[in-house]
């Protein structure tokens, strides 16, 4: 078993095993999401061996993959269904000593319950409530559940809500625990007595990526008059329709490779003119010529289905840079592409 053969080694042996293992490219991908502090540890500890035997690789392989295993358990269904779910596979021993190592180092997020529930039954639980608790609770879950539930709050609170989430910083048990016990919930009973940190700019952005194009405008054009430094920080990390001015060429003619040209003329109907000819330049002039026909023989079109064509493309576009097929050159970052 993995726990006979790790037992002897130090949690930076196993992660300076690990990494050796992995090899260079993977390592030093990993490298940059760890402290200058940890690279320097790590690296002493990579320096210092000399020769792995087969099987301490292996047993810090299997470890390794037993705590990723359980932690995906404790994400998708809890302490509890994790520990039901390793007993079965690994034996009530090893399970419990797996679920001990991880509670010593994580710690399951405040409203467990609410990241459960259908957005519909949350929005139930939480419409009415004080904006500065409605902000909290959001700031747990998962952008996607937030994004669902942000645009059918009520649109006067819609922005004071964006505000709270992207000015919050930490939050006391305290507080976690009086908002819970309005929600007639009890606090996971791993949450610890240090402060807990959630909300914050990014995770505001990441909910405004995915609402509505409606809601997203509605809720920037409320900080622009009341935060207008924090609607500009926000921005910057954001990337709207009209953004795509921001593109190079290349980027520009490989999104619109992958958008409908009906949809893309919609999408047109409403934004400036400098955004309609970045467009038009990246594409041949016969295609340019028939999207100008379609636009002008379309007629009026509803505000709303100019904006939902508006996001399909941005979600097209944010798709993309995911895959790492184009780049998107946001406010404030200068990046060397070579």
Known sequence: MATAQTDKLTGKQKAAIFLVTLGADISSNIFKHLTDKEIEELTLEIAKLEKVEPSDKDAVIQEFHEMLMANDFITQGGLDYARQVLEKALGTQRSMDIINRLTQSIQVKPFDFVRKADPSHVLNFIQGEHPQTIALILSYLDADTAAAILPQLNVEIQADVAKRIATMDRTSPEI??????????????????????????????????????????????????????????????????????????RSVQQVLREVDTKELAVALKAVDDTVKQKIFNNMSKRAAQMLEEDMEFMGPVRMRDVEEAQQRIVNVIRRLEESGDIIIARGGEEELVV
């Open 176 to 249: 976690l625990r009086q908002v819970e016990r309005v929600l007639e919930k009890k606090l996971s009973s791993l949450v610890s007595e240090e402060y807990t940190i959630a909300g914050g700019v990014q995770a505001i952005v990441d909910i405004l990526n995915k609402v509505d194009r409606g809601t997203e405008k509605s809720i920037l054009e409320n900080l622009e008059e009341e935060e207008p430094e924090l609607a500009e920080e926000i921005k910057k990390l954001m990337f709207v329709f009209e953004d795509v001015v921001l593109l190079d060429d």
